[in-house]
């Protein structure tokens, strides 16, 4: 679940982590792990809010509240998830897409900034054109390395969307992480 909004309650002693359940479920009980910049550890679920009511189980596609005592490090932008099942990485292959001029897409050159929108978290990367010329023109395609600005949830196969020079310019899918 990636975490979009986060709610101190009992002064501070029980955190709701409100997000979209990506995959798989959460009962309560459950222990997850929290994935993300500056996090760690574990916390264990020992409620599910949905809409306001109480249930005991929430599946994927389902907006919920967990309820995790002491788990005051949690933020938007991490995300909860089974133990083991997803790491926070620093450095991505992807394959990139850029929007035309019209839509907002600009030149991109090896070694510039971009602002990419992972899940619920904002992180700048710096992106490296793997082949070709040194700059990508809008309404093409290439392969790059990104180096995020901190480590972020990644797994292969998932989608993001970018912004350079302040404005939406593309879309990219991570396809290996690591360097």
Do not use: N, W
């Not at 009962?27 to 679920?45: L, P």
């Not at 790491?87 to 897409?97: H, L, N, R, S, V």
């Not at 907002?104 to 899940?119: C, K, M, N």
């Amino acid at each position: 679940m990636a975490v979009g909004d986060v709610f101190p309650l009992r002064q501070g002693r029980l955190v709701m982590a409100a997000g979209r359940i990506e995959r798989g479920a959460v009962r309560t009980g459950d222990a997850v792990e929290i994935v993300g910049s500056g996090a760690g550890g574990t916390a264990i679920v020992t409620g599910i809010d949905a809409h306001g009511a109480r249930v005991p189980e929430a599946r994927a596609g389902r907006t919920v509240g967990l309820l995790l005592p002491g788990a005051t490090a949690v933020r938007r932008g991490h995300v909860l998830a089974a133990p083991g099942t997803i790491g926070a990485c620093a450095e991505f292959t992807a394959e990139i897409d850029l929007l035309s001029e019209d839509e907002g897409g600009a030149d991109v050159r090896s070694g510039e900034t971009l602002v990419l929108h992972v899940r619920t978290d904002v992180v700048p990367g710096t992106v490296h054109l793997l082949s070709g010329p040194d700059v990508l023109p809008p309404l093409h395609r290439a392969t790059v390395r990104i180096a995020l600005g901190h480590p972020a949830p990644l797994e292969p196969g998932h989608r993001f969307a970018f912004r350079h020079h302040g404005r939406a310019a593309g879309t990219g899918t991570v396809l290996r992480l690591g360097s």
